[in-house]
T-cell receptor, first 112, second 112 residues
Framework: QQQVKQSPQSLIVQKGGIPIINCAYENTAFDYFPWYQQFPGKGPALLIAIRPDVSEKKEGRFTISFNKSAKQFSLHIMDSQPGDSATYFCAAEFQGAQKLVFGQGTRLTINP | DTAVSQTPKYLVTQMGNDKSIKCEQNLGHDTMYWYKQDSKKFLKIMFSYNNKELIINETVPNRFSPKSPDKAHLNLHINSLELGDSAVYFC???????????FGSGTRLTVV
């Protein structure tokens, strides 16, 4: 119930394409869903986050789509660039938990 | 100006040794965390502290002992190191639940 399942494990996209990374959860108490970006040798950095009262959130080229009934959410990267190549993690938390539960990560490669 | 700083960045040590990792945040956050990232990049919570008090101990062996002298510092001491302790350890902090976590750049621990 505490798990967040992320797919795919790895993804290769041409520059300008739209990579999509998907996550699914079981625990309906989760009420905060962030995405983190991690470059080699660095810590994860918060990219964008959504709460279940909205179905979509955009920040720059990054969009989260959220489907509460299906208990799924996804990250879309518009006009992807080689500099977006990194590992992406979805995560979830519920009020009072004081811990983020992470998905397994997706290694994204954007080819020039 | 580093928001969450960890030292050391790399730690190579022999089995059976005792070692410590230090973490400091200058963001004024109340909650601090230790996460472990394994060789498959999976991120798992170990401990969380709120205002110097232990909130979560996620079934971590008692060879691991966190200490928070004040709310800006959270150190991790590991006794009797084992090969399986080899991983990257991340410190993080957050202002409130359901807000973004800021991660340090990690400490890569290698036990030989």
């Amino acid at each position: 119930q505490q798990q967040v399942k992320q797919s795919p494990q790895s993804l290769i996209v041409q520059k300008g394409g739209i990579p999509i990374i998907n996550c699914a959860y079981e625990n309906t108490a989760f009420d905060y869903f962030p995405w983190y970006q991690q470059f080699p040798g660095k810590g994860p950095a918060l990219l964008i986050a959504i709460r279940p009262d909205v179905s979509e959130k955009k920040e720059g080229r990054f969009t989260i789509s959220f489907n509460k009934s299906a208990k799924q959410f996804s990250l879309h990267i518009m006009d992807s660039q080689p500099g977006d190549s990194a590992t992406y993690f979805c995560a979830a938390e519920f009020q009072g938990a004081q811990k983020l539960v992470f998905g397994q990560g997706t290694r994204l490669t954007i080819n020039p | 100006d580093t928001a969450v700083s960890q030292t050391p960045k790399y730690l190579v040590t022999q089995m059976g040794n005792d070692k410590s990792i230090k973490c400091e945040q200058n963001l004024g956050h109340d909650t601090m965390y230790w996460y472990k990232q394994d060789s498959k990049k999976f991120l798992k919570i170990m401990f969380s502290y709120n205002n110097k008090e232990l909130i979560i101990n996620e079934t971590v062996p008692n060879r691991f002992s966190p200490k928070s002298p004040d709310k800006a510092h959270l150190n991790l001491h590991i006794n009797s190191l084992e090969l399986g302790d080899s991983a990257v350890y991340f410190c993080a902090s957050s202002r409130l639940a359901n807000y973004g976590y800021t991660f340090g750049s990690g400490t890569r621990l290698t036990v030989v």
